[in-house]
């Protein structure tokens, strides 16, 4: 069965730093990834995914992660973080076409410092 | 597209009474998710349908709790009775096949 581990609680960056928020997963075969992001009092918003083709995918708000096969990785980055990004950002994971469901991690708590 | 409609937003009740969530999916989405989100648990995935069909119910805490959805743009989750421990906030979601889900902006459910 596929999960997913998001390591940190919560990750602490100045706002002008560049932001990393750690995500590994498990998977049987072929790992359909995304990144999630939700602000206080609301929905969960798709912020980015990978399917297939280059590592390195590119979403919203200047934010992108990295697939690294070998490390079973799929962390989130963005070069010069704001005191917006603040919120709950959640990794998840689905099997490919293998399975309709995505497990998603406990989420990562990002304070940006002014 | 207005996104994932839920309603209502905010819900409070007395314990042993029946509440209802509402959700209409993004139209043309063949799926819809219904989840619960806690500080203690998370989030969790209560049911999921494909096509107004429910595919997999195990997520549902017990059998207090139901989800049908009678067409492609409208789906409930019913809790009879409710009790304090199913506060929580409700999400609805929709996807197309076998991409990212949207979620609706969520019920917030109060038992006392």
């Known amino acids: 069965a596929q999960s997913v581990a998001q390591p940190e609680d919560q990750v602490n960056v100045a706002e002008g730093n560049p932001l990393t928020v750690k995500c590994t997963y498990s998977?049987?075969?072929?790992?359909?990834l995304f990144w999630y992001v939700q602000y206080p009092n609301r929905g969960l918003q798709f912020l980015l995914k990978?399917?297939?083709?280059?590592?390195l995918v590119k979403g919203s708000y200047g934010f992108e992660a990295e697939f690294n096969k070998s490390q079973t990785s799929f962390h989130l980055k963005k070069p010069s973080a704001l005191v917006s990004d603040s919120a709950l950002y959640f990794c998840a994971v689905r099997e490919g076409k293998l399975d309709d469901k995505i497990i998603f991690g406990k989420g990562t708590r990002l304070h940006i410092l002014p | 597209d207005a996104g994932v409609i839920q309603s209502p937003r905010h819900e409070v009740t007395e314990m042993g009474q029946e509440v209802t969530l509402r959700c209409k999916p993004i139209s043309g989405h063949d799926y819809l998710f219904w989840y619960r989100q806690t500080m203690m648990r998370g989030l969790e995935l209560l049911i999921y349908?494909?096509?107004?069909?429910?595919?997999?119910d195990s997520g549902m805490p017990e059998d207090r709790f139901s989800a049908k959805m009678p067409n492609a743009s409208f789906s409930t989750l019913k809790i009879q009775p409710s009790e304090p421990r199913d506060s929580a906030v409700y999400f609805c979601?929709?996807?197309?096949?076998?991409?990212?889900?949207?979620f609706g902006p969520g019920t917030r459910l109060t038992v006392t």
């Open positions: 998977v049987s075969g072929n790992p359909y």
């Open positions: 979601a929709s996807s197309s096949t076998y991409y990212e889900q949207y």
């Open positions: 349908f494909n096509n107004n069909v429910p595919i997999d």
């Open positions: 990978y399917i297939t083709g280059d590592n």
